[in-house]
């Protein structure tokens, strides 16, 4: 029996209308409840060209006002064939009164970040508080994610970074459309 498959006596929800119900504070993010796959393109100026990628992000919540998060992300060619995998996070955004937000997100890479922000309107805009490297991560000093839902089907994202000794400026886009089931 995997994960998945086992019976949580408190299951999450990946949809605003199944149990449990949301926590009265993540009504400004309960959109975003759900799996939302799609592509993007990405570079940076360490990098010696940009790059295509399939992304797959997934929001639920436990009834409480938290809202877990899990992305994943593959690099693709041309045609959309899978290269090799690329990014991979999870974490938990902690919702506050008045639409407020603390999000914990690692990576496998060594990186733990903690961004504070607002969520508004269909729109989410996190920056940077603290970040933790492990021994061997690269430098990263600051981020800033944006997730802005087009209509009630469509999540655009935008991350931008500073890394290695560059100022912040735009890493990642993607257009991620709503998965039926989740």
């Known amino acids: 029996m995997t994960d998945r498959d086992r019976q949580y006596p408190y299951p999450d929800a990946f949809r605003p209308d199944a149990a449990p119900a949301p926590h009265e504070l993540l009504a400004p993010v309960t959109g975003l409840l759900g799996t939302w796959v799609g592509t993007g393109r990405g570079g940076y100026p360490t990098l010696a060209e940009e790059f295509t990628y399939a992304q797959e992000v997934t929001f639920s919540h436990d009834g409480r006002p938290f809202l877990h998060y899990e992305a994943r992300a593959w690099l693709i060619d041309a045609e959309g064939t899978p290269l090799r995998p690329a990014a991979r996070e999870s974490g938990w955004w902690r919702l506050k009164p008045e639409g407020g937000i603390e ?61 290695v000794g560059r100022e912040l400026q735009h890493h990642l886009s993607a257009r991620l459309r709503r998965e039926d089931g989740k």
Do not use: N, S, W
């Open 103 to 163: 999000a914990l997100i690692t990576q496998p890479t060594g990186i733990a970040e903690i961004l504070v922000g607002h969520a508004d309107g269909g729109a989410v805009d996190l920056t940077t508080h603290t970040i933790a490297l492990a021994p061997t991560a690269k430098d990263v000093e600051a981020t800033r994610r944006r997730y802005t839902l087009t209509d009630g089907d469509t999540l655009d994202f935008v991350h931008d970074l500073a890394a």
